[in-house]
């Protein structure tokens, strides 16, 4: 296969980027790699399940049928206790994180980051949805890994990636040495390099947050909104916005075209609603690796020291240039960063306690 190089044949070639690497990296990112095809082929039967038999139900093989989601996280779960590389997942589908128990594992010294299939209320009507997912080595040397294991830097990564089922289907990842993207050939079963060392433009005219929620968001971001639909020929204003809903879809999209997507603290959600673990830090390094920039509105998400599990940020992630930007409005419009008033004011400009 002339000119066609596999995910498979790309990260053992990439393992001598790792002088003392002996494999277990490569081995783990194939097992993702393996799920998510899976993972692929049920997604892209979602449309078929008032025939096939809806979640809940019974299907013609008197076999239950499962949502998506739960399917997803039984998926990688399961290639990851299989493969025998991986201590703990710690997932957004399960409160606690997940000690892999298999004689194989024993000795695993890696850490996985899960959000199986994120944007999933979009699955119903065939619109684009994601894996996303982070690799830490484990802390610990020896013994039972635990929740100090988990509990690392953005910065800690040795992998990151994401996997877009999309009008194609894709898998991005970078293991620190910038960021590579693989489209899946239905015809062959493989994900193949199409986007080799992918950049973000350095400023670009696409916002992507959702607007409905103006009313609760800080006043920076109301401000930044307003900056961007303002008209300014000389920066290319009004920007375009485009919002999927679906993170991975809309920060893939913002990461071939240049845009920054946003999801700041609301009035419902004065942390934020996006997950810190397994949403923000990967993505946040995978950007920053293709030369972007990730912020929680005042500092670098990687840089966050997590304290839960399932802690949630408000995230500023894209284009270096319009990041910059946002993060400015940030500042100037909030006199204390955690003012908890500044994270709710109504359209009078009037604070309201969240
Ligand atoms: P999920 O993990 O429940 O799927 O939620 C995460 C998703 C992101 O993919 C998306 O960007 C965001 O939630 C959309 O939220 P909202 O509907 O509030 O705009
Ligand atoms: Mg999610």
Redesign the pocket.
């Known amino acids: 296969m002339q000119g066609i190089k596999t995910l498979g044949q790309f990260i053992i070639e990439k393992q001598n980027d790792f002088p003392y690497a002996k494999g277990e990296l490569s081995r783990l990112l194939r097992d993702i790699g393996i799920a998510a095809k899976i993972v692929n082929r049920e997604v892209n039967k979602a449309g078929l399940a008032d025939i096939l038999g809806s979640a809940g139900t019974t299907n013609i093989q008197g076999e239950g049928q499962q949502k998506l989601d739960v399917f997803a996280n039984t998926q990688f779960i399961s290639a990851l206790t299989s493969g025998g590389e991986c201590c703990i997942v710690a997932t957004?589908e399960e409160d606690e994180f997940v000690p892999i128990d298999s004689p194989v594992s024993k000795n695993a010294k890696y850490i996985v980051c899960i959000?199986p299939l994120?944007?999933?209320?979009n699955i119903d009507v065939n619109v684009a949805v994601g894996t996303i997912f982070s690799i830490y080595r484990r802390k610990s040397v020896d013994g039972v890994a635990t929740l100090q294991d988990v509990l690392q830097k953005g910065t800690q990564q040795v992998a990151a990636g994401y996997v877009i089922y999309g009008s194609s289907t894709m898998m991005v990842y970078t293991t620190g040495k910038g960021v590579n993207g693989f489209t899946l050939d239905p015809s062959i079963g493989e994900f193949c390099l199409s986007h080799p060392d992918m950049k973000i433009p350095q400023n670009g005219n696409i916002y992507s947050i959702?607007e409905g929620n103006y009313v609760h968001f800080p006043t920076g971001v109301k401000k930044y909104i307003k900056f961007a639909q303002e008209e300014d020929a000389g920066s290319n204003r009004p920007y375009t916005s485009r919002y999927i809903?679906?993170?991975v879809g809309?920060i893939h999209r913002n990461l071939i075209k240049g845009g920054i997507y946003i999801?700041p603290t609301t009035a419902s959600s004065p942390n934020g609603?996006?997950r810190l673990l397994y949403e923000c830090n990967p993505m946040a390094f995978i950007i920053e690796q293709a030369g972007g920039v990730a912020s929680d509105g005042f500092n670098r998400i990687l840089d966050i020291e997590p304290t839960e599990l399932h802690q949630r940020t408000s995230i500023f992630i894209g284009s270096p240039d319009m990041v910059k930007v946002a993060e400015d409005f940030m500042v100037e419009f909030s006199s204390e960063k955690n003012n908890p008033l500044n994270h709710a004011i109504n359209l009078n400009g009037t604070a309201v306690a969240s």
């Open positions: 957004e959000d994120d944007g999933s209320s959702n809903g679906s993170m809309d999801y609603k996006l």
